[in-house]
């Protein structure tokens, strides 16, 4: 199968896991779990899957963040609330940001992408792919739409481990690799620093460490862009496992399911554009 073929379906699978983190009423619901503040939810929430696991554990699965912003959340969380009260949180946002977003539209849709996602997941290979395994051993929600939701958060989790191996591969640190990013998308460097915890000085340490391997000068090099389309290619080749597994027929079928959905979700604000995903704003 095309690798190509798999950066399109997470374009479009990607916006039914991530709505989660644009709704507001994460914080509130979070909140009544026994979290406190968003970020706190955030990585409990994304980390919950997996157990009440230490700080270390999550910066190395999640790998992008500032240490200094996951010890603040991590693992002061799991003595305010328990993994299972966390993920019980979680779907209750993801019903409410899809309910808002899809209302009792899309259901055909909805059922069939759900069925055809849970198979891609069955078939996807779990071996170095911590994130991946965690969420896919969890419990499918009856709910269509949480359903559909789950296997959208298991298959960007299998992408996501994938794309730290290669960054890994590559020897590109988690800063480093939003300084990659951000010059080859339509991504400010200032929103990602927010979002991610790391400071202007930081950022420029990790130009220089670019810069020393020739592949950053004030911008991309000839060979940072290569450096970079070589991680994102082997991103997608890695991507493509389960959807290879699955077949053409029955991709081809998922992907026109969630098209429908993806621009009901964009034409409702379920995402931010741009975003600290690097999830481009859609062209279709």
Same mark, same amino acid.
């Given at each position: 199968?095309?690798?190509?073929?798999?950066?399109?379906?997470?374009?479009?699978?990607? !916006?039914?896991?991530?709505?989660?983190? %644009?709704? !507001?009423?994460?914080?509130?619901?979070?909140?009544?779990?026994?979290?406190? /503040?968003?970020?706190? /939810?955030?990585?409990?929430?994304?980390?919950?899957?997996?157990? !009440?696991?230490?700080?270390?554990? *999550?910066?190395?699965? %999640?790998?992008?963040?500032? !240490?200094?912003?996951?010890?603040?959340?991590?693992?002061?969380? +799991?003595?305010?609330?328990?993994?299972?009260?966390?993920?019980?949180?979680?779907?209750?946002?993801?019903?409410?940001?899809? $309910?808002?977003?899809?209302? =009792? /539209?899309?259901?055909? =849709?909805?059922?069939?992408?759900?069925?055809?996602?849970?198979?891609?997941?069955?078939?996807?290979?779990?071996? #170095? &792919?911590?994130? %991946?395994?965690?969420?896919?051993?969890?419990?499918?929600?009856?709910?269509?739409?949480?359903?559909? +939701?789950?296997?959208?958060?298991?298959? &960007?989790?299998?992408?996501?481990?994938?794309?730290?191996?290669?960054? *890994?591969?590559?020897?590109?640190? #988690?800063?480093?690799?939003?300084?990659?990013?951000?010059?080859?998308?339509? *991504?400010?460097?200032?929103?990602?620093?927010?979002?991610?915890?790391?400071?202007?000085?930081?950022?420029?340490?990790?130009?220089? &460490?670019?810069?020393?391997?020739?592949?950053? $000068?004030?911008?991309?090099?000839?060979? #940072?862009?290569?450096?970079?389309?070589?991680?994102?290619?082997?991103?997608?080749?890695?991507?493509?496992?389960?959807? $290879?597994?699955? #077949?053409?027929?029955?991709?081809?079928? %998922?992907?026109?399911?969630?098209?429908?959905?993806?621009?009901?979700?964009?034409?409702?604000?379920?995402?931010?554009?741009?975003?600290?995903?690097?999830?481009?704003?859609? $062209?279709?």
């Amino acid at each position: 199968m095309d690798p190509r073929t798999a950066r399109r379906l997470w374009r479009l699978y990607e !916006p039914i896991h991530a709505c989660v983190y %644009f709704t !507001p009423d994460m914080i509130e619901v979070n909140k009544a779990a026994g979290l406190k /503040g968003g970020w706190m /939810g955030y990585f409990a929430s994304r980390s919950a899957a997996m157990g !009440p696991v230490s700080s270390e554990v *999550v910066l190395a699965t %999640f790998y992008n963040f500032h !240490p200094d912003m996951v010890r603040r959340a991590i693992p002061d969380a +799991w003595t305010f609330s328990t993994p299972e009260k966390v993920l019980a949180a979680r779907l209750e946002v993801a019903k409410i940001a899809l $309910d808002r977003a899809l209302g =009792d /539209g899309f259901s055909e =849709d909805v059922a069939a992408a759900a069925k055809i996602a849970g198979r891609a997941v069955e078939l996807a290979s779990r071996e #170095g &792919r911590p994130l %991946f395994a965690a969420h896919a051993r969890l419990p499918v929600p009856d709910d269509p739409k949480l359903a559909l +939701w789950h296997y959208a958060t298991c298959l &960007r989790e299998h992408r996501g481990d994938g794309h730290v191996a290669c960054l *890994v591969a590559e020897a590109i640190d #988690g800063l480093e690799a939003h300084v990659l990013m951000t010059a080859a998308a339509d *991504v400010p460097p200032e929103m990602q620093r927010q979002f991610r915890g790391w400071s202007e000085e930081e950022w420029h340490g990790a130009e220089a &460490r670019l810069r020393a391997r020739g592949v950053w $000068d004030n911008g991309l090099t000839d060979a #940072g862009r290569a450096l970079h389309d070589r991680i994102e290619a082997r991103t997608d080749e890695l991507a493509a496992q389960p959807f $290879d597994a699955l #077949g053409e027929s029955e991709t081809e079928r %998922f992907e026109a399911h969630l098209r429908p959905i993806h621009k009901a979700l964009t034409a409702a604000g379920a995402i931010a554009y741009p975003n600290p995903m690097g999830l481009p704003k859609p $062209d279709f």
